[in-house]
Every structure is written in structure tokens, then in C-alpha cells.
């Protein structure tokens, strides 16, 4: 929980939203660097309010329904520094759930499974290039920007991984089927 606390701390202390402005925001501005789901968020908001770092009110305007705004406490910015500086010098144990069907690769006719992983690259690809356009737009502040660099270099690392092991499998291919 720590992670997405940090973000949802991070984006009441630029502002005070209700909750459907925090899920829009995190789905049209965040969803390249987090995969949030609303019941996540109200789920963690629930708990950070239980906790006193955020503060919840009601609002109502004209005949709209009523909305619950949030707001960081005092607690919750100290807690939001102290989960900031945590995330900051934390090393990531990184798992790719693609990894586990590696495993079982020969599993596959040889055929088969390299073309899979062809697949695989052009996935990386369209990704790579989802995210370099993101990039390329200003709408992003400094910190979203380098968390979206960052994935980008693992893309590449990924992409580069990828297309050598194709050229390392291809070729054992080829000699199968002279």
C-alpha cells in the first residue's frame, strides 16, 4: 500500500480533490507510470483517513450529489515525506509475470514459441513508442517524466534482451528445418 498511499498523499498535497477527480486524474495523466483501480483508491483513502493523514468533508454544489472532497493533514504530510524519501532510496526487486511462461518454454514446439515472443517484442515496441510520444508532450511535471524515462529504459533493456534471444533461437530453427 505504501507505494499508491504515496501517491494518493503526494496528489492531495498539490490539491484538494474529491474522489472521482483523483481517479480521472490518475487515468488520464498517470496510467502510463501506475495501475490504480478506483476501488484500490477509495480503499486506501478509507484507510489513510482511518489513520488521520487525510481529512474527509462533503461538498454539494447547486442539485449535483453530494461529493466527498480530501485533503491532507499535517500527519499526512509527514507521512507522505517519510514514505517519499523511503520510495526514493528503495531498490525494486523486479518480476515480470512474463518470465514464469519462459520457463516453461520448451514446453512449445520450438516454432511456436518463438513466435510468441516475436509477439512479445512487437508489444515492447508499441509500448516504447506510446511512452516516447508521452515524452515528447508537456503535459507531464518533471517527476512523471522520470518515472516514464525510467520505464522507457527498461523497455529498451527488455526489447534488446528480447531480440537477441530470437537471434540465438532462430538459427537452431533454421538448421531443424534443413
Known amino acids: 500500500m505504501d507505494d499508491r498511499a504515496l501517491l494518493l498523499l503526494g496528489l492531495l498535497r498539490m490539491q484538494d480533490l474529491h474522489g472521482y477527480q483523483l481517479n480521472e486524474f490518475i487515468e488520464k495523466n498517470l496510467s502510463l507510470v501506475t495501475e490504480m483501480k478506483k476501488a484500490t483508491a477509495y480503499a486506501i483513502l478509507d484507510r489513510l483517513r482511518e489513520a488521520g493523514y487525510i481529512r474527509m468533508s462533503v461538498e454539494q454544489k447547486g442539485n449535483r450529489p453530494q461529493r466527498q472532497v480530501y485533503s ?22 523486479t518480476t515480470f509475470a ?12 520450438r516454432n511456436e514459441a518463438i513466435k510468441h515472443l516475436k509477439h512479445r517484442l512487437s508489444e515492447i515496441e508499441a509500448l516504447l513508442t506510446q511512452y516516447e510520444r508521452s515524452l515528447g508532450e508537456s503535459r507531464h511535471t518533471e517527476g512523471v517524466n522520470l518515472a516514464i524515462e525510467h520505464l522507457v529504459v527498461l523497455l529498451r533493456a527488455d526489447q ?6 530470437l537471434r540465438r533461437l532462430e538459427p537452431a530453427t533454421d538448421s531443424l528445418s534443413k
Open 72 to 93: 491532507i493533514t499535517s500527519a499526512g504530510e509527514a507521512h507522505f515525506l517519510h514514505l517519499l524519501r523511503e520510495n526514493l532510496a528503495r531498490a525494486d526487486r
Open 98 to 109: 512474463g518470465d514464469i511462461g519462459l520457463m516453461f518454454f520448451d514446453q512449445l514446439p
Open 160 to 165: 534488446e534482451w528480447l531480440s537477441q534471444l
